[in-house]
């Protein structure tokens, strides 16, 4: 009896320690908060009236005393590493937006580029007209050696969901552009719009190497919360 | 406590029977008297029967995202069975033994009590050594004869010889570069007017050929219900190819974790009629020859 | 076997001058004084290079990850650091010291050294005794395997929610490659440490190891190596599997560093210890014990030493060749400077291929020794037990390209090597047949070992025949890189390897510990394991024939299913080893005691005490017979015999047997 106690205590502590692992490291390890898409009333589409809304995000080349970096704990990156140093998605990489709408997405570039590895990169793809805006003009592909990064948003290993491929090169700053008071170049604007379908879960990242390490694929680029993060229709 | 089965007395020849017969012959239907012998005989049997359904259960389990797709699909399949059957006996035989050691069948002694008495010393058996290494020999000689011919043939359908056991195929065949990247797939027609895709759009019963390479780290290109797979290496392009014998959607997927979105380096490969490739390849702004 | 009566004096050998209090240096150091040495090496070494590194590439280099090298050499030389300072501080350089300086060690040292009268003290030092560094091991493998059993946990329950991410990418990557590089550690050393140092000299009938000293150096390396491995956690993860492929691995931020010099330190110690092991079994058997009466462990544990000190350091290569990558930004393994990613992987697949036999020979061999004394009949067939261990030994070397079929490095070799991988299941067989042959017609004593055979056996058969599997070139273009190679590895090493472990280890339990382990919690938690092991592994192959790649997160719905059967599945595992763990340490304390020979078997360390004595032996033993001497004449064969001799004549019958 007594040993049957004492087993029960072993299971039982083995039990929290895990539970407690799990549940300090789900913290620890969390991403930045939802970042949801704004309802813009509605738009007429080749398909009638549909959903609209309307998203807004910045890419800065660091974080500064004038920019906050990403909202994550301070836990989540290499210990050591100056994340601060790394470029990143503001407000957020954790992104929902409305199902079976069209989405414009407004993203200003101030991060320095330049030459992407893959040049299928270097052209929108997915979006309404596979085009986007740049400053205005309207862009179908930019130069592959002044890419400044990218935002990809790819399936999820999922079947059942819908399918769903969005891609958008980001135009460089100049090397020598001349920064803001703020300590940032004039952003570039790309603006680009595309139609989400029935609800899922997606993922999206940069294709752009802007990281460290092997091919510049590592640090920001391999950090959710940077340069990467989801993406949730609902 | 022993408990063994009683020893039948190997009776003498029937005393009318000749010595025609070879002594070992005599021997083995000896040995077949014994009960032991005769009750793990029908459970191997029982066991063989039990794996040799299980097989068609596992194919199944292949089959369940729309497989076969493709020639090469079938020949994997087919080897499932077939090495399968050929391994089932001897496994069914070793779980036959011991199934019957612990569930008593020569007796035993409980963990509460003390053996008291030895077991019969059988150093060894001749018989039963050569036998088995015969017969474990002979099997995996089997299956590597069959595994050899069948890597020819699926490495025919993949490379580009005539395939095997298909028709000649007269299609010009469709060539397709495909890049892997952290964390995307993306094709290239480059008889096409090098369009570029995010998924893999190929025709029915035409044979595709991939050349595969990778613009980072290690990636593996793994069409799923078409049965291939390789590695997509930094600077290296390797190949592999397929002609999809069903329409339909069917997954493509990395099989070689490359870094944080490993899990979603996924795309479809969607295979459709002669009409529809050349229309989707129009759409994509690209050339039809033929 | 009997011992022999004569009495040996003890010859008078010359000593060295005794310079200080027997012991010396080695009488002020213990692990703690160790983990203290460590930590100030580790943190002195961490600034000079930072120092160093910072006015050789301008200040704030160190921190900007965007140059690798900075970094990555501080934490390197930091890391080493730790190992250096960590092994000076346990004493272990006190013996080359001494010899530099003049000093030699002297008896009275070496006997301070191999614990002579200390009492729980000498755990926690650098002794030289075989039993207490067999100890030693048994408690690191034990905490080991808590720890990986515990990211375990943490990878089944990701895998179980499926609808979510329950954990970051990063650290899932991160997990799953420290769970496999724990749990592969702990499954080399958890029949080779404890069973290998404490049972392997009594069995041999020899007093102590071949090298003391070394043993306690390959136990103290191997404690210095899992800090930085386990640290590798707290500074960014390894964000790769256990094969840490490279140049992914480069990407990884310094945490890989960790990774890299725990397997550096892990091959130095695995090196080591292989040498003790070979030159105990070949040259210390006690008289008598021929080639023909060694008992069929030690020929397991002399076959993995073997693998062992061959392919190791392939692995070592590996690793630092992609440290040198790292921190001296050569090309080694970057295709873009010349490299070759295929070059890794041969290296890699070098030792690990080896490296699963080096796991499971000595667990089978292990089951193999103590069958015997649980159906009381000889060993069958003892010669083809040991071809199959040597066949194996042998054949293992050329089999390593079955696990890069799917490289494309040289698709022409995989005709041969699946020939060898195939070929390879003929002499693993022979200790399939040892084992089945031996079981037959014998009544098995249903103590926890014997009971453990049957689900080694299970295990086996399941795990072989999913490796004929994938060893089928065209079956393994679908399979490889999927979840049903993950189940069939676990099958075998953790099925096979680690039921077995927990069989010889609850067999040798009683002459190591003094007590029996208990048997109620003991086969309770064997077989809650057991049990849960099965759902959780047959469900994973359910889901690799799925599709189901591996060392992914997320994935297809249609696995879902599978998963959730197999996340419960894992969670009894962790209940039922959580059991075990507890009948250990209960049986540690509370066990009945065990007398000098606790399951009536016929090897050499059932003939000394219970607990065994400092010297092992008060006289060594001569061994007169084979250790598997059971068993009464068959009735079957008296009965031939009978028949044989009254129709064929009594000369027939003496020229048979």
């Known amino acids: 009896m007594r040993r049957a106690l004492f087993a029960f205590l072993t299971v039982l502590i083995g039990v929290a320690v895990v539970a407690g692992t799990a549940l300090f490291v789900a913290k620890n390890g969390a991403e930045p908060p939802t970042l949801t898409a704004t309802p813009a009333g509605t738009s007429h589409t080749s398909n009638g009236e549909v959903k609209h809304a309307t998203l807004e995000l910045s890419v800065f080349p660091n974080a500064s005393s004038t920019q906050a970096g990403p909202n994550i704990p301070a836990s989540t990156t290499t210990v050591v590493a100056n994340a601060q140093q790394w470029p990143f998605y503001s407000p957020s990489t954790s992104i929902q937006l409305p199902a079976q709408a069209l989405v414009t997405v407004t993203i200003h570039q101030y991060d320095t580029g330049g030459q992407i590895y893959n040049n299928w990169f270097a052209k929108p793809v997915g979006t309404v007209g596979n085009t986007m805006t740049v400053d205005g003009k309207d862009v179908p592909s930019i130069a592959p050696s002044n890419v400044g990064h990218t935002f990809t948003i790819h399936q999820y290993p999922d079947s059942n969901q819908p399918y769903m491929y969005v891609s958008v090169p980001l135009p460089a700053q100049a090397d020598n552009a001349t920064n803001q008071a703020n300590g940032y170049p004039t952003p570039i604007d790309v603006t680009f719009s595309f139609m989400t379908g029935a609800p899922g879960s997606y993922v999206w990242n940069c294709e752009f190497p802007c990281g460290n390490g092997y091919v510049e694929f590592g640090g920001p680029m391999s950090q959710r919360g940077f340069m990467s993060g989801t993406v949730t229709v609902a | ?290 | ?657």
């Open chain 2, 1 to 290: 406590m022993s408990t063994t089965d009683e020893r039948p007395l190997a009776s003498a020849d029937e005393p009318e029977s000749p010595t025609n017969r070879p002594r070992s012959m005599h021997l083995v239907k000896q040995w077949l008297q014994r009960p032991y012998v005769r009750r793990l005989l029908w459970i191997t049997v029982a066991i063989t029967a039990v794996i040799i359904a299980l097989s068609f259960v596992m194919v199944g389990f292949m089959n369940m995202s729309g497989g076969p797709g493709s020639a090469i699909m079938n020949e994997i399949e087919k080897t499932m069975f077939v090495l399968t059957f050929t391994c089932a006996p001897l496994m069914a035989g070793t779980l036959a033994v011991l199934t019957y050691s612990w569930w008593g069948g020569w007796g035993s002694v409980a963990s509460g009590d003390e053996p008291t008495s030895d077991g019969p010393a059988i150093q060894t058996n001749g018989v039963a050594v050569v036998t088995w290494i015969t017969v474990c020999s002979v099997l995996a000689a089997f299956l590597v004869v069959w595994g050899l011919v069948e890597l020819a043939t699926i490495t025919s359908d993949s490379y580009g010889s005539v395939p095997a056991n298909q028709q000649p195929n007269s299609a010009k065949p469709v060539v397709v570069n495909v890049t892997g990247q952290q964390w995307l797939w993306s094709f290239d027609y480059p008889d096409s007017g090098n369009i570029k895709s995010a998924q893999l759009v190929l025709p029915i019963n035409v044979p595709a050929y991939f050349n595969v390479t990778s613009l980072d780290v290690v990636h593996s290109f793994w069409v799923v219900e078409e049965g291939v797979k390789i590695d997509a290496n930094p600077g290296a392009i390797t190949n592999t190819g397929f002609t999809p014998t069903k329409l339909g959607t069917f997954n493509v997927r990395c099989a070689e974790l490359c870094g944080l979105h490993h899990a979603y380096m996924e795309t479809k490969l969607t295979v459709v009629t002669q009409e529809q490739f050349t229309s989707w390849i129009r759409e994509q702004g690209g050339t039809t020859t033929s």
């Open chain 3, 1 to 657: 076997m009997s011992t022999a009566v004569a009495i040996h004096e003890q010859a008078h050998v010359p000593q060295p001058k005794q310079i200080s209090n027997p012991g010396g240096f080695l009488r002020r150091t213990n692990f703690l004084t160790a983990l203290v040495s460590g930590v100030v090496t580790a943190a002195i070494f961490w600034f000079a290079t930072d120092k160093i590194t910072s006015a050789v590439t301008g200040p704030g280099a160190t921190n900007n990850m965007s140059l690798p090298s900075g970094l990555n050499i501080s934490i390197t030389m930091m890391y080493i650091g730790w190992v250096l300072g960590f092994m000076a501080g346990i004493g272990a350089f006190a013996g080359p010291i001494r010899w530099f300086l003049g000093h030699d060690l002297t008896h009275a040292d070496a006997e301070y050294m191999a614990g002579k009268d200390m009492g729980r003290e000498k755990f926690w030092k650098f002794t030289t005794d075989h039993k207490v560094v067999g100890i030693q091991y048994l408690v690191v493998t034990l905490i080991l395997f808590g720890f990986g059993g515990l990211l375990a946990m943490l990878i089944r329950t990701e895998l179980g929610a499926t609808w979510t991410e329950v954990f970051n990418p990063n650290f899932y990557n991160s997990i799953i490659g420290t769970h496999g590089i724990v749990m592969i550690i702990a499954m080399i050393i958890v029949i080779s440490g404890p069973i290998g140092n404490f049972i392997v000299p009594i069995m041999c009938g020899a007093r102590d190891m071949a090298f003391p000293r070394l043993n306690a150096l390959s136990i103290w390396l191997l404690i210095a190596a899992i800090p930085p491995l386990v640290s590798n956690l707290l500074m960014g993860g390894i964000r790769d599997g256990w094969t840490v492929y490279q140049p992914l691995a480069d990407q990884a931020p310094i945490g890989m560093i960790g990774y890299q010099v725990c397997i550096i330190t892990f091959a130095f110690s695995t090196g080591i210890a292989s040498v003790n092991l070979i030159t105990t079994i070949v040259r210390m058997r006690a008289a008598g014990m021929t080639w023909s009466r060694t008992p069929i462990l030690v020929y397991g544990i002399l076959g993995s030493a073997i693998m062992g000190l061959v392919w190791f350091p392939m692995y070592q290569y590996s690793q630092i060749l992609a440290l040198s990558d790292r921190t001296l930004l050569t090309s080694f393994f970057v295709p873009a400077s010349g490299g070759s990613v295929w070059l890794y992987e041969n290296l890699f697949w070098l030792l690990g291929h080896p490296e699963v036999y080096v796991i499971v020979i000595p667990a089978t061999a292990g089951v193999l020794e103590y069958l015997p004394v649980f159906v009381r009949k000889p060993l069958f067939s003892y010669k083809l037990a040991v071809a199959g261990i040597f066949g194996v030994v042998g054949l293992s070397a050329v089999v390593w390209v079955h696990h890069m079929y799917m490289t494309g490095w040289a698709p022409q070799s995989n005709y041969p090597f699946m020939m060898s991988t195939e070929m390879i299941s003929i002499p693993f067989s022979f200790l399939v047949l040892v084992m089945l042959g031996t079981m037959w017609r014998g009544m098995p004593w249903k103590r926890l070992p014997m009971m453990a055979v049957y689900a080694v056996v299970w295990n086996k058969v399941i795990g072989g025949i999913t490796g004929v599997y994938l060893s089928d070139t065209p079956v393994d273009q679908y399979m490889h890189g999927s979840m049903f190679v993950v189940a069939h590895f676990h099958y075998m090493l953790m099925g096979a390897g680690l039921f077995g472990a927990m069989g010889v280890i609850s067999y040798f339990f009683p002459k190591m510990i003094g007590r029996y382990l208990d048997e109620f919690w003991g086969s309770v938690g064997f077989w809650t394991a057991f049990a849960g092991f099965q759902v959780t592994f047959m469900s994973m192959f359910v889901a690799g024939l799925q599709g189901m790649p591996r060392r992914v997160l997320q994935f297809d719905s249609l696995f879902n299913i599978s998963n959730w059967i197999s996340t419960i599945g894992a969670y009894v595992i962790g209940i039922g080893m959580l059991i075990f763990l507890y009948a250990i340490v209960d049986s540690w304390r509370n066990g009945i005691i065990a007398p000098d020979n606790p399951w009536g078997g016929k090897t050499l360390e059932n003939f000394t005490s219970t607990p065994v004595p400092h010297e092992n032996f008060p006289v060594l033993p001569v061994v007169t017979s084979g250790p598997y001497d059971f068993g009464t004449p068959d009735p079957y064969e008296l009965a031939d015999d009978a028949i044989m001799r009254k129709t064929e004549g009594a000369e027939k019958v003496s020229a048979r047997s």
